[in-house]
């Protein structure tokens, strides 16, 4: 603070210090702000006076100074006096006694301006001794005392003497009087003041008796309250309150009871204001931080006795345990001391002073206060008053009267409530200070709860103003405020009512879902740890339910039961979190519990819905096992739980669905597990690949047969549960987008989820989602009505295009609607025109399938390229991914089955003794009645079954239009038709298998049904590797049927007569559609068909061999499951089926330990071969397996002009000659590993060379004769094998290994040595026959070759070469296009095509006849002219392998080199070749190449050629790439086939075919040949073969 007073004033003061501080003080004292101008003297003087204590000035001249500026202002001398009183007691503290001395000569010389008394006030009484103003301090200091204990401390003792009690007794007989007259408050007080007046009477104490009669004559207010308030006219305000506190202090003994009658004066004072609450809440007991502690420690109490619950007691600690709690509870029953705030508070409710009763509970702790009963009731009781009009008026159920409650006397209580908008003012406050506590008082809660209910369904009926909205909404959530703060707490602590719990479902389900499930969720979760009592609840709740849970079994579950529900209808939440987490470790429990819960109410029903979806969805809980693998087992008990909770109890499902969708739109699908059981359980549709083939036979009949006969357990009654079900899901718009998510989870499975997770659980999941959505596609199917199914789901393009929907789903989604469509169109024909002719019936239902069918034609096609269409009509497409099993055939033994099955349950009625006669009779006509439901049933598929073939027979001209090749319609119809749908569901495997037989049978123009059995079973390994678990097993199922067919035509040649003998599906000869002339065409026969059928046998052991030695756990798992399902047709041939079993064997000892489960499921199958084992045949019987003399001649093999890119016809040899070898496959492969492994694996690889390698070197290959090979075949083939092996596709590898790894079945092969010695002998004859004929035929033919090779070469370098070296293929290529149209047919080296006239071979006609077919299964790719190669050269030794030589050079120059070493050396051997080769050729020839290369040959040639082609089979590529291989392949055939026009034979187009087939091997071969050239300059024996060649060809 700056100084007032310069130090040069000080300095100057006579010259003009003094006249500048008169001044200042003047200026200061004028200030007209009076506290700034007291502050600032005060300064002024107190600097002046130090001045003068420091010495700086004189106290004269201050004297003077100060005399002069004293008159300034009226309290100057007070500011005076307490400037000293600082300065004296700042310089007592000092040292220096200078400045003391300086300070008394001060006040000294100011005595004159301050007066004695003032100066006596202030001053220190030594500082008063010393001045002289008095004479001992010590006698000031006692008469000081003195004084102020008189003053303060001294009670006033009023008119004791003169007070008279009579005027006392007088003042009480006034105020005892009746009052009922017209006496006043006003004359009563006149008559009072008089007594006090004439009696001396104290007026404090007058007060005290008015208020002690007001108490005890309460019934008076109107007399008292205004008494009292013109009583206090008279005294001061604060005295009522500080005679109502005395009264309370007088009650404030530890055994001292405050009567309610104070309260009461208290409350109605207080009512009135008369006194103020905060006056008189100090005077109360106990103080809020007592309260506070006591709050805190009945919260710590609460918890221990939690933890005392909780805790696991030995039995020898409960006995102490139990002493110290009864000790406890002994000091706890002394009594509480009496709390008068609590009693004052009671008093305000009753009177209906909310307003002060609410300061009150705001004092203390939340739900303090009404945690005491009586305030509580007290609380209950004001609500009753204030909701009763509205209550009458809207909430009174009807037909119940109710006792109506008068309203509170007095005008201040709150206004009663008349609408719903007043409610909220004051009642919702109320109730949320009342808390759980509304619990002490059931039927007010009853009465909340009915508001609430007539509030919900005003808030829910339209036609308000947009104000009225707005309010209602506030109140909607006021509401729902209530029910979390009040109406549930306070169910938790009601004991037991099912009534409450009843009465709020009431208002309950007038909420949404969401709604409740937020209310459940926050009572589950926060509301019990709220309040000490809530928290001692949950912690008994759950020690009970421990205690039922322990003993609930089967036996007793009704007691349990009532346990259950007693314990449910207070706290469900609890209750049910407990019981929950007992059955997902316990899964036994879950149909005890289920029957446990008849006994609950609708409310806990809803609870246990929730509670399920947060155990459901609860974060902390891992969804699969350790290992990785699998689902956990807490999650299929807690699905299990809900398919069996949701179909025994009315319970809401929107919860769940939505649950389960949301979770699929986050893209998990595990929870899909819920969904499958719910409409398992609730539909009794039931999705398991354990269905047997009777079940399966079932489920293609009607809905009463799937019912008796489709499922494991007789799900009965279901009507209600899947109705229920079904609402839910229309309600809640849910059914279409479970379908959608559920079609697009399936592929996210494989994408989205499946990263991180093990292939098994993917594979599982994938599983899951599929058979989820067939079952749940099968519920809407059948439940839905036609019109709501129609509105719910779009049309196939739509579900395809744009909620990208899978094809296979889309079309089982809309199935339904085509059936449904169909039926109502057809119907609607009939009533239009009554004809009842069969035929009418049957035009009217193909009319309304067009009708229904055609939109869908049109919409198909946008589902696929326009490409497809060239092969297959949309119609087809549409018609074969529309029909059912039900359209196609009557399960005529099925229904036979069920029906007899009824037959004898009536038999054994009418036989049993003990049931009662109308019980009889009841059980007799159901059974009648199921019988005649059968029955009509089966006449009605009749009918329709019929109608459906006559529709297809219209139909079938136009359905395959194979503007490109036949094979690439089957590649098209096994692509987009058979293989997605086989792996649908069991029944669509059964289809499609029936629907290929259906195809044939109808005679269908342009449908070669050997190619596409052919194409199914040659090579399943890709379609077995991408399946999971279950889509092998209807994979499985798949192959089954059709090995069923395949076998029934193999059994019988009558049968195969009649059903094949001259079909179109059985041509061998597979031409363009536009092609007449030429041979004609030609059936395949009966024998040659069981070669074929043998040759399939072998290719699917073959590949089950692989896939069980590829050590893949999805290729074992899946072949296991595969041949499991076929069993029944395979294997049939005794070796096949040994060489199998000794592989499954071998399984069974690696991965006993390793992989338990491909164990248990490999020694399932052994164990169900070894009993099929008697029923297996040696392979001769099977067919016959030496190939008669003309089998030595080559068929010729023709294609007509016209034949673009289509398959060539296809030679048999091979088929047969696979035949014989198949049995000796194993041994021979070991054995012979140098000799014939090489010669299998070169004559495989051998066969792109021919299609590789330039014109000359190609023709010159062709001639060399198989004796040259099999010299060759000691050195070069192991080359060859080593080169190519690695290169070769998949299955070259297994025939590698197989070679390789012989030992492991060398037992085997011992035993079938000897049989192949015996076979070998008869072919030699015919061999030399066939040699000579060949060696003519080279010599023709070698100029015509070239051109055919060139070509050939130039297609496959086309395909195959990426880099620049196309431009000058394509230019060959041009050139032998150009070649090839001179008009003559242009055969390929002899293996094709015999020289022989055509007298000479009439068999060999008949031979070709049957080879055709065999090649004829591949058309579409080279390996056609592998097999042919490969067969000639087998079935008899003289055939030309044209492959063999390895000298696939790059350039033609090369090759021409070679020509002539290879002539020049050859002329030199060929002679002892020739005779070296006789002496092999036996020896091989029939026991080994007859068995072992054509197996391959064939199979080599399938996985090259179109069978492999379809997306799924195709070997040389991987499976994905085939589709458009094909592609690419069917163009450049075409472009040549253009070139060509006639002169091209059949054989250069296959060669053109084998090309593009195996454009791998092809390049691999290459590389080989170029190595092998390298080893050959150095005098190998290919070149000496290649002389030989060029000789024959000379």
């Not at 509170?408 to 003012?425: H, I």
């Not at 194979?962 to 997605?980: D, G, H, R, Y």
């Not at 029923?1175 to 030595?1192: G, L, Q, S, T, Y």
């Not at 084998?1554 to 071969?1565: A, L, N, P, T, V």
Request: glycine share 4%; charged share 30%.
């Amino acid at each position: 603070m700056a100084a007032l007073l310069p130090t040069e004033w000080i300095k100057n003061w006579e010259k003009g210090g003094k006249s500048e501080f008169v001044q200042l003080c003047r200026a200061l004292s004028e200030n007209k702000n009076h506290d700034v101008g007291f502050r600032d003297i005060q300064q002024a003087l107190y600097e002046l006076a130090y001045h003068v204590v420091r010495g700086n000035l004189k106290h004269d001249q201050a004297s003077n100074v100060l005399g002069d500026v004293i008159e300034f202002r009226e309290d100057m001398p007070s500011i005076l006096a307490d400037v000293f009183c600082i300065l004296d007691i700042e310089t007592s503290c000092l040292e220096e006694k200078n400045k003391r001395d300086h300070f008394t000569q001060l006040v000294l010389a100011c005595l004159y301006l301050v007066s004695d008394t003032v100066l006596k006030e202030r001053l220190d009484p030594e500082t008063l001794e010393s001045l002289g103003l008095i004479k001992q301090s010590q006698q000031f200091n006692q008469k000081s005392v003195k004084i102020k204990t008189k003053l303060f401390y001294k009670q006033q003792k009023f008119n004791l003497l003169r007070e008279e009690n009579e005027g006392y007794a007088k003042l009480i007989a006034e105020l005892g009087q009746d009052l009922s007259g017209n006496i006043t408050s006003d004359l009563i007080l006149e008559n009072i003041k008089s007594l006090i007046g004439c009696f001396n009477l104290d007026p404090n104490r007058v007060l005290d008796i008015i208020l002690e009669v007001y108490e005890c004559r309460p019934e008076y207010d109107d007399f008292f309250v205004p008494l009292i308030e013109s009583y206090m006219y008279m005294c001061e305000p604060q005295t009522l309150c500080h005679i109502l506190g005395f009264k309370f202090k007088f009650y404030q003994d530890p055994s001292g009871e405050t009567p309610s009658s104070l309260y009461r004066v208290a409350a109605v004072l207080l009512q009135h204001n008369l006194i103020d609450l905060e006056d008189l809440y100090v005077h109360l007991l106990p103080g809020d931080n007592a309260i506070m502690e006591e709050h805190k420690r009945e919260i710590v109490e609460a918890k221990q006795i939690v933890r005392k619950l909780t805790m696991v007691v030995l039995s020898s600690e409960k006995t102490e345990e139990k002493e110290k709690e009864k000790e406890k509870e002994e000091e706890k029953t002394e009594k509480p001391p009496d709390n008068q705030k609590l009693g004052l508070l009671e008093a305000l409710l009753k009177i209906g002073d909310w307003h002060h009763a609410q300061s009150i509970m705001d004092q203390m702790p939340p739900f303090y206060s009404t945690s005491h009963k009586p305030i509580a009731i007290a609380l209950c009781q004001l609500v009753h008053v204030t909701i009763e009009p509205l209550y009458r008026r809207v909430g009174v159920p009807k037909g119940a009267k109710g006792s109506p409650i008068s309203s509170l006397p007095n005008k201040r209580a709150p206004k009663q409530a008349e609408s719903f908008e007043e409610l909220r003012k004051e009642v919702f406050n109320m109730l949320c200070y009342l808390g759980p506590h509304l619990s002490h008082d059931p039927i007010l809660f009853a009465k909340v709860v009915r508001l609430g209910k007539a509030f919900m369904k005003e808030f829910q009926s339209d036609g308000s103003k947009q104000e009225d909205k707005e309010k209602m909404e506030t109140l909607f959530s006021c509401l729902l405020s209530i029910t979390d703060q009040v109406l549930l707490p306070s169910l938790s602590l009601m004991d037991c009512n099912a009534c409450m719990s009843e009465e709020l479902w009431g208002m309950f389900k007038t909420f949404p879902y969401q709604y409740r499930y937020r209310l459940y969720g926050q009572w589950k979760n926060e509301t019990y740890n709220s309040h000490p009592l809530l928290v001692k609840v949950k912690a008994q709740t759950i020690d009970r339910a421990k205690y039922i849970m322990k003993r609930l079994t089967k036996e007793n579950v009704k007691p349990s039961g009532r346990q259950i529900g007693k314990l449910s209808h207070s706290n469900p939440t609890i209750l049910f979190d407990y019981i929950l987490s007992q059955i997902q470790k316990y899964d036994n429990l879950i149909t005890p519990v289920v029957d446990s819960l008849k006994y609950l109410t609708s409310l806990n029903y809803d609870v246990l819905a929730y509670c399920i979806i947060e155990a459901l969805a609860n974060p902390e809980k891992e969804r699969m096992k350790h290992d990785d693998t699998t689902i956990s087992s807490w999650l299929q008990s807690l699905a299990s739980f809900c398919g069996a909770v949701f179909r025994k109890y009315p319970i809401e499902l929107a919860g769940l669905l939505q649950y389960v969708a949301n979770q699929l739109k986050a893209g998990k699908s595990f929870d899909l597990l819920i969904l499958k059981e719910v409409v398992q359980k609730m539909a009794g549709i039931e999705i398991t690949e354990e269905m047997t083939m009777e079940q399966l036979e079932a489920m293609t009949g009607g809905e009463q047969l799937k019912a008796e006969g489709g499922y494991f357990g007789q799900i009965r009654n279901t009507k209600k549960s899947s109705q229920r079900l079904k609402d839910a899901l229309l309600d809640h718009d849910l059914a279409l987008p479970l379908c959608l998510l559920m079609a697009q989870q399936r592929n996210g499975v494989v994408f989205q989820e499946g990263g991180e997770k093990h292939l098994k659980l993917v594979g599982k999941l994938y599983d899951q989602c599929h058979d989820t959505l067939v079952q749940f596609g099968g519920f809407l199917a059948s439940n839905l009505s036609t019109e709501d199914y129609i509105k719910r789901v779009p049309s196939i393009d739509v579900l395809c295009n744009e909620f990208h929907t899978p094809h296979d789903a889309a079309f089982f989604l809309s199935r339904p609607m085509y059936a449904h469509h169909i039926s109502s169109k057809y119907d609607e024909l009939k009533k239009a025109e009554k004809g009842n002719k069969q035929q009418h019936k049957v035009h009217k239902y193909i009319t309304s399938c067009e009708l229904v069918m055609a939109p869908v034609h049109e919409a198909v096609i946008s589902l696929h390229l326009p490409k497809v269409w060239d092969d297959i009509s949309p119609q087809f497409y549409a018609t074969f991914w529309s029909l059912t099993m039900y359209d196609l055939a009557v399960p005529h033994s099925s229904y036979d089955r069920e029906v007899n099955k009824l037959k004898v349950q009536m038999k054994a009625i009418d036989d049993n003794q003990e049931m009662p006669p109308n019980k009889k009779k009841k059980e007799k006509e159901r059974c009648t009645a199921l019988q005649d439901k059968l029955l009509e049933e089966e006449k009605k598929q009749l009918e329709h079954v019929q109608r459906v073939l006559q529709r297809l027979k219209l139909e079938k001209d136009n359905w395959l239009l194979a503007k490109s090749t036949k094979n690439e319609t089957i590649t098209k119809f096994l692509q987009l038709c058979i293989f997605p749908r086989c792996i649908f569901s069991a029944i669509d495997a059964v289809y499609c298998a029936h629907f290929v037989e259906l195809v044939h049978q109808q005679k269908t123009p342009n449908f070669s049904t050997l190619l596409c059995y052919d194409r199914v079973f040659s090579d399943i390994i890709y379609t077995v590797a991408s399946c999971t678990e279950n889509e092998a097993s209807r994979y499985g199922r798949f192959l089954c049927c059709m090995l069923e067919t395949v076998t029934r035509w193999h059994s019988d040649r009558v049968i195969y007569e009649k059903e094949c003998g001259n079909y179109p599906g059985f041509l061998t000869i597979l031409r363009a559609t536009g092609f007449d002339g030429g041979n004609k065409a030609d059936q395949l026969d009966y024998e040659n068909f069981r070669h074929v059928v043998h040759k399939w046998h072998y290719k699917l052991t073959k590949a089950s061999v692989h896939c069980l030695e590829t050590g893949e756990y999805t290729h074992i798992r899946n072949i296991l499951i595969v041949l499991t399902k076929i069993l029944p047709w395979y294997p049939k041939v005794l070796n096949l089926g040994q060489a199998l079993e000794r592989r499954v064997h071998k399984i069974c000892q690696e991965e006993k330990e390793k992989r338990p489960d491909l164990y248990a499921l490999a020694m399932g199958y052994s164990g169900q071969l070894k009993s099929r084992k008697p029923f297996m045949i040696p392979e001769n019987e099977f067919h016959h397996k030496d190939p008669p003399a003309r089998n030595a001649v080559p068929a010729t093999v023709q294609n007509g002009p016209g034949g673009a890119g289509m398959p060539t016809s296809l030679t048999i040899n091979t088929v047969r000659l696979e035949e014989g070898t198949t049995e000796e496959t194993a041994d021979k492969l070991k054995e012979k590993s140098q000799g014939v492994v090489k010669v299998i694996n070169k004559t495989v690889n051998a066969t792109p060379k021919v299609t590789t390698s330039n014109g000359n070197s190609a023709s010159n290959s062709k001639i060399i004769k198989e004796k040259d090979d099999k010299e060759k075949s000691g050195k070069e083939k192991d080359k060859e094998k080593k080169d190519k092996t690695p290169a070769a596709t998949p299955e070259m590898k297994a025939l590698g290994k197989d070679g390789k790894d012989k030992p492991k079945e060398e037992r085997a092969n011992k035993d079938e040595k000897a049989r192949e010695i015996k076979e070998k002998t008869p072919k030699s004859d015919k061999e030399k026959e066939k040699v000579k004929k060949e060696e003519k035929a080279s010599k023709e033919e070698k100029s015509k070759t070239v051109v055919t090779i060139i070509e050939s070469k130039s297609t496959v370098e086309k395909e195959r070469e990426k880099e620049p070296s196309r431009e000058r293929d394509l230019a060959k290529e041009m050139k032998s296009k150009e070649n090839a149209k001179g008009g003559e047919k242009v055969p390929v080296a002899g293996s094709l095509k015999s020289p022989v006239p055509r007298s000479e071979t009439s068999e060999s006609e008949r031979e070709q006849k049957r080879r055709k077919v065999d090649t004829h299964s591949s058309p579409s790719h080279s390996s056609t002219v592998k097999d042919n190669l490969n067969e000639l050269k087998d079935s008899s030794a003289k055939h030309y392998i044209n492959h063999t030589t390895p000298t696939l050079s790059k350039s033609k120059e090369r090759e021409v080199e070679k020509k002539d070493l290879d002539k020049s050396r050859e002329r030199s051997r060929e002679r002892e070749k020739k005779d070296e080769k006789d002496r092999k050729d036996r020896k091989r020839d029939h026991s080994n190449s007859d068995r072992e290369v054509p197996q391959d040959s064939t199979k080599r040639r399938k996985d090259e050629n179109g069978t492999t082609g379809s997306s799924k089979h195709s070997k040389s590529e991987s499976p994905s790439d085939s589709p458009r291989l094909n592609e690419k392949e069917k163009e450049k055939n075409k472009s040549k086939s253009s070139g060509k026009e006639k002169g091209d034979s059949i054989k250069a187009e296959k060669m053109e075919k084998s090309s593009s087939g195996s454009k791998k091997e092809s390049r691999h071969d290459k590389e080989k040949t170029e190595k092998k050239e390298k080893r050959d300059s150095t005098g190998g024996k290919e070149e000496k073969k290649h002389h030989k060649s060029s000789d024959k060809h000379r």
